[in-house]
Each structure stands twice: as C-alpha cells, then as structure tokens.
C-alpha cells in the first residue's frame, strides 16, 4: 500500500430525531407495522402539498454549526426525479444549489492523532419506504417515507478504512451528543456510503469507486481495506479502474458491482415550487445557538482537567452524553470524584447492562447516587451493602437513607455494640466451635463468620466482623 | 340574496331537491358538466353555516379538487377510480361555511388543455350552443354556472383555465392572487402557476366565495395572507390600462375589447394605452416551466399505490410504462415529454432557467405598467367558444391563444374574467388584471359593469331558478 495515496470521501445520512417526517404530520418509529405511519403527504397521493418541518431545519443548522459550515441565509429545496416504486411521488425533495451549510470541517482523534477532514455540505432531504421482496412479488412499506434525513458531504480527505471508522464513531458520538440523531447503524438512522480512490503516491485523486451498504463502522472500515487492496492490485496488473458504484457484501467480506442501470441518471433537479425558499431569522439563528450542547472533543478535555481522571476514565464517562451529564450531577451534589467514577464504570454500569436499562431513564437518580457514594465515603455502609443498595433503587425507587432504615438488619457499622453482643451471644451457643479454634482449627473460624453474617444479613463489613470476633476471642 | 332563498327553497324540501336532482341529470345528459352529481353525498360533508354565510348553496367542484369521498379523476383513465379521502382546504372552508358541494365535474385532463375536448371520461358542450365547446380546462365548471346548475363552482387556473372557460360560458372567473387561496388539495400540474379559481354567476357571489376560501393555510406553505393594507387606487377615479396593440383577436372579441372601452369611459374612468413587450414570450416561457413542473409533478401514477394499474407488466418497470402509457392521454404525455426535455441536465440553463429569468422580467414589466394604472383590461380569448370538431383551433393554436391570460399565472397577479355582451349567440368578456392581493379592485370593477350588462343564462339552462338571480 506504501506506494498508493488514498482517498476517501464519506456521504453520512443521518435520520433526524424530529417528532415528526420532514414534510408531513406522520410520527416515524423504527419497526413499526408495516404502511402505520403513513399519510395522504407521505404517500404522495393526488393533491397534497409538502410542508417543512421547522424543527428539522434547526437541526441541520444545529449540525452546520457544530461542522464550522457557512450556513446558508436562504435555503431551498429541489426535486431530485427518478422512478423507484419506495419513492411515492417518484422524485425526492431533497437540496442541490443551496444546502442548509457549506464547506466545514471535523477533527477527530486517530490512531493517536487530531486529524482534520474537510465538510463539502451538508444538506436536508427526506428518506424513501422500503422495498420487500417476497418471492414473486415486491411489497412496500412507506413509514419510512419521507423522514427527515440530514446528508453530510466530505472531502475526500480520508486515507484508510480505520481513519474512516475513527471520523464516523467520532461523528457518531457528536450527533448522539447534540440530540439531533440517536446513531444507531443497525436500524439505519446512521447510514454511510463512500467514495474511494487511490493513485500513486503524490499524484492526487484517482478513478474513484462508490461503495454502498455498509451497516456498521466495522463494515465501512473492512470494506475500504478491501477495496484499496482490490484497486492497488488492478493498477499493479495494469486494469483500467472503472468508475462505478459497488456494493459491499458482509457475508462474503467483499465488493461487487451493482447491477443496475441507475449509474447514467439524469436526476433533472429543479427547485421545488411548494416550499418557499427558508431565510432563517434572528429567532431562529438564536433558537440554533440556544439548542447547542458542548461538543465530546470539548468535554473531554474539560472534564479531564477538572475532575483529574485519567484518559480511559474520561472516555468512558464521555462516551454517551447522558453518561457525562449523570456523573458531573453526581460531583455536583458532593460525591467523591474517584469513587464516584469507579462505581460508575464498575458496578453501576454491569447492573445497567444486565438489566438493559438507560442510564437517564432508571429510578437512580444522581441525587440518590451522590447519596450513596457519600454513606460509602464516610464508612457507614461498606462495599457489599451499596451494591445491595443500588439493586435495590433500581427496583423499589427509593432513597438509599430509606432503604437502610427500613431493612432492619441493615444497620449501619457505626452500631458496634450491636455487633458486639450478637458475637457473644454466638460464642455461647457454639463451645464445640470455640473448642476447634483453641486447638488451632481456623475452619471454625470461618463457621463462625458464616454464622455472625448470616444473622446480621451481611450489614457489616466483613472485615469489621473478623476483627471483632477475633478480639472476643482473645486470639 | 334571493338567490340564496331559492336556493334553500330548493334544497330544503325532499321534493323540490328531487325536482332539482331530476331536472340537473335530465339537463347534464345534454351538456356533460358532471362526471358525479350526488348532492346527498355533499350535504353529509357540510359541516356549517350561518346566516349571511354560504349556507345552503350548492356548487360544483372541478374534478382535480380534492372532496372527501368523492372522486378525484382529473378528467383521466389513471384516477378514474379513484376517490379522494380528504378534502382540499378551499373546500373545507366552504363546507365549514355550510355550501354543498353537488358533485364533481369535467376538465381536460389533468388541467391541460383549453376546450374540455382533453378529458378522457366524458364530452362537455357549451349551454349556448351545443356545437361549441364550453373552454377549458375549466370546462364543467363554466357549463354547471351558465346552466344554472350551481350559483357557483370551483375551478383551477394554470394558464387561463378558469378566466377563458368562463369567458366562453358567459359567467365570471376569478383566477386569485398566487398564493391568495390554499392550493392543498388541487392536484398538481404546474405548482408554480396554479391557483384554484371561482366561477360564478355574479360579482357578489364570486366575492362571498372569495372571502370565504381565501387565507393563509399551514398545509400549504405558499399560501400567504395579503401583507399590510390593500393599495387604494391611484386617483380617485380608476385608471384603466389598455393594450395599444391587440393583434390576431377575432373580428367579435376585438369589437367586444373596443365597446369595453368605451363603457369603461361611460363609467368614468380613465384609459390609459399601454404597451407591454414581454407580452410576446409568455407563451413558450409558460409551456417551459409549465410541461418542466408537471414531467414532476405527473410522475407519482405508477399504479403502485392507487389508481389503474396496467395488467400487462411483468415486473415494477414495465408495470410503470405500461400504466402510463395506458392512462394518461396524447397532451399529458406530450407535455411530460416536452418538460422532461427542457431539465435535461445540460440543457437547463437553455429552457427551464431562461425562462425563469423572462418570468421575472414579465414580473418587473407589470409592476412598473401598475405604476401609472390600477387595473390592466385585456382580452380574455383571440375567439368566442369554438367548434367542437370541424375547422376548429389546433392544439398549437390553442397554446398560441392562451397569450392574454397566461400574464397573470407567470407574474401571480389576480385576475377575473367578466361578461360583456353576446355576439352571434354566444358570449363575449374582457379580463381585468390587478397587482398582487387588489382582488377587491376586481371586484369594483366588475360590479360597476355588472350594472351596465347583467350576463344571462345559456339558453340551456335550469327551469327551477330561471327567473331568480
């Protein structure tokens, strides 16, 4: 490869997480019956008239924003025509001569580095159906149909799969970040296609290939990998490279040239005439700079600097947005900032995991998570009681304090009296025991401990108990 | 408001309505106006009305105006089955104003055309002479008024599609401001130029329905509401700018054009000639952006998800092909074909983008000639209605004649349609032409010739409400 350059250009579709499509009332739900979303606008049926969706303009310039675009002062849409049965109305309102932002650029860390790749636009269109083929026949389900999509156009400043993975799992995390877009590649609300060109070194761009359906950043990166080989071997045999557009095959880890005719279309784009162009106002531009949130890259640093984490800690806690909101509440209400981070990425985490539930939507608030680091902190409960506790939250929706009194047997450490009695009381009970460990039987020892945790249900630290018997015991 | 009383007369009693029903049907076999008369089905619609309101009237609506439940054919074997499952805006406001709309009736097809003769479902003739064609596309909705069928109908306007139908029927035609009455529910043929129009039997009606469609609407981004005070007309007196040069009109029309102008100055006025240049590029910068917005706008018939669907396709391609080349007739594929032409990538800036850029000059050209008058009177049609079959206008011909009416669709300017007189048996009008959102001037006007010639019904017209107007 040393002998090559390559070039690569992504073209990111993002679906915008507005309430409603981009051109119609209808609500958009991934996995939702087939044709339920749908309307007389989103079927394109005789008569009907699209209207732009306002929340979707504010966040593609939300997007232009945070890409250092020129925004546009007087946006419109166009016609993109084609025949495709998903499409209802057979052409696509989508923007061509004046996107919502121009120009632009992403820094993104790869490889240890800050790389720095170029934003050619960025502009607003709405999605088509889906096509289902069932044997001898096609199905269309249109609840896709007309949601907003925000395309995002680079330069062709990529130059390998892993710097292609790295600019989208950045980008990713940014849009997740501004609300603007959840990321999921899976279900398609994060979609990529690339264009990829190599040439020898220091010559400048190549033919260059499109690459479609790749569903996951791991697919973008294994795909660009394959075709930078698949093209550095047609220039070594001398093969003429083809301009074409490829798609990439998971299964068989490869490209392979699509089959249809559409290369040669002639779109016909003209401007739409039911959408007025949009000149954002001073409201609007304001309403943008409100809705903007600190960008990861930003954040990170911050974080690191103010809570003296180390880098894999602060990249956990930044990695989703609500993650990062829930630990500074944490900090914020007086937790321990080590101890709140440890029990966050530890425990914390695996129970959220376990349970399959979202960090900002649980009954542990950070007020009550705050609450529990501190009775860690000041040695009222120890270790196997605050896992106990955060279970416990989770399930009953109550604060820690409560949970502690109503538990009886849950009695805080500080109540070493109580302990103190309980051991005497078993020491009695068991003279065979005793007998053991003056003979230097340290199993008994350990019955004994079983016996002392299993009456106090575990609500001492262990530890604290072993001491204590061993002091009763005289040994 | 007598007619209004006849009108509930009509209506309200189970045997007078039968009457009206028999005596529309009986009536319709001659003239073809409707392609669906179900007044029952209208009156479940009507959701309103108060006194002074449109309560209890009946109208008519061109069948590429959405009606809930009715059918929305746009004169077309595509949507010949097709009923619509909502209704247009413009209609809502008219059901909300408690008017009933009677029934759907004819149009070229999709719009395109000036003589009805387009319509693949059903022949319309003129109520005055059955050898005529009633004009178009508007066809059924003139047909219906100058029958007195319906005090009033709703019709659309591309190119002159209300104003010379009307014109030819002897009624009035309203082809408002762009953007002045929600296009939501008009099936589109060229989104730019269209409006939904009135047509009407007299003034006052046309300006009751007016005020009552007219207004902003959220489903239609384009609709607008008139932005500060209407202009108050230049002098005290109205000026009137006329056209200095009048070329091709028929010996008729431009007679007819000449008396108007001399009852304009019986009324006071004051004529001032005009010349306007880019009169002469109107008609192929129309048909450009015209044929360039409906290639788009015509291409959701594929028969994926409503109307005919071929039965000879063997697959998603073939099954478009074959159900467009069975369902749209000659002039909607000619002008599918003329637009895809013009936005030929390569070829824009020579059609589609020239002629955007003599649209705004046209625009520029008026708005300076509004400088030294409040209205512009024009011809409406170089002839009266012509012959169906026979020695009749081409299709060329036609495109050629639509120069006087086409002004207001490029620039968005209102424009109405008046009767004047009739000649040889058949009617004759003018046009006025007002700036932006100056309906109300249209309306002065016309009621001030209104009280110098009160149009008649066709000879062919409805006995129940002959004598009441």
Known sequence: MAAFDTFIGLEVHIHLLTKTKVFCDCAFEYGAPPNTHVCPVCLGYPGVLPTVNREALKFSYMVGEALHCTPSEKTFFERKNYFYPDMSKNYQITQFQEPVGLGGYFEFKTQGKTKKIRIHDIHLEEDAGKMI??????????????????????????????????????????????????????????????????????????????????????????????????????????????QETRLWDAENKKTQKMRTKEAAHDYR??????????????????????????????????MKGEYGLQNDMVDFLTAEKSRADFYEKVIASGADKETSAKWMKGEFTKLLSREGLDISTTNMTPQRFSDLMKLLGDGTIHANIAKQILEIILEEDKDP??????????????????????IKEIIALEPAAIADIKEGNQKAIGFLMGKVMKETKGSFDPATVRAKLLELLGI | MAIDTKWSEILNSSENKGAYIKEVQDLDDEIG??????????????????????????????????????????????????????????????????????????????????ATTNSALRKTVNPWNPDRVPGGSSGGSAAAVAAGMVPFSLGSDTGGSVRQPANFCGVYGLKPTYGAVSRYGLVAYASSLECIGILSESVDMMERVYETIKGSDPKDQTSRDASGEIPDLHHETMTIGVLESTEGL??????????????????????????????????????????????????????????????????????????REEGFGSEVKSRIILGTYVLRSGFQDQYYVRAQKIRTRIKMDLAEVYEKVDLLMMPVFPTQAFPATGDSLTPFQQKLADRYTITANLAGLPAMSVPTGVKNGLPVGVQFMAPEFCETHLFKAAKAYEAIYRPQRASKSLHLIQEVR
Not at chain 1, 141 to 157: F, M
């Open chain 1, 133 to 242: 083929h069932d044997g001898n026949r096609s199905l269309v389900d249109y609840n896709r149909a007309g949601t907003s999509l925000l395309e995002i156009v680079t330069e062709p400043d990529l130059s390998s799969g892993e710097e292609a993975e790295d600019f989208l799992q950045a980008f990713r995390q940014m849009v997740q970040y501004m609300g603007v877009c959840d990321g999921n590649m899976e279900e398609g609300s994060l979609r990529c296609d690339a264009n990829i060109s190599i040439n020898k070194k220091g010559k400048g761009l190549g033919t260059k290939v499109e690459i479609k359906n790749m569903n996951s950043s791991r697919n973008v990166r294994i795909a660009m990998r394959y075709e930078q080989r698949r093209q550095a071997r047609a220039k070594k045999t001398g093969t003429k490279i083809v």
């Open chain 1, 269 to 302: 784009y003209f401007p739409e005439p039911d959408i007025p162009p949009f000149i954002p106002d001073e409201q609007f531009k304001e309403a943008v700079r409100a809705a903007m949130v600190e960008l990861p890259a930003v954040r990170k640093e911050r």
């Open chain 1, 401 to 422: 304090s409560v949970i502690i009194s109503e538990r009886e047997l849950m009695r805080p450490a500080a109540d070493a009296s109580g302990l103190e009695n309980l």
């Open chain 2, 33 to 114: 106006a409707f392609l669906q008369f179900d007044p029952d089905l209208g009156a479940a619609l009507t959701t309103g009305g108060s006194e002074n309101s449109l309560k209890g009237l009946p109208f008519a609506v061109k069948d590429n105006i959405a009606v809930k439940d009715f059918n929305l054919t746009c004169g077309s074997k595509i949507l010949e089955t097709f009923s619509s499952p909502y209704s247009a805006t413009a209609v809502k406001r008219l059901l909300e104003a408690g008017a009933i709309p009677v029934g759907k009736v004819n149009l070229d097809e999709f719009g395109m055309g000036s």
């Open chain 2, 250 to 323: 028929d010996e008729e029309v431009a007679q007819a054009y000449e008396e108007a102008i001399n009852q304009c100055k019986s009324l006071g006025w004051n004529i001032l000639p005009v010349t306007i240049d880019s009169l002469n590029y109107v008609v192929p910068v129309y048909y450009t952006i015209a044929a360039a917005e409906a290639s788009a706008n015509l291409a959701r018939y594929t028969g994926v998800r409503y109307g005919h669907r071929s039965a000879q396709s063997t697959d998603v391609q073939s099954m478009t092909r074959e159900t």
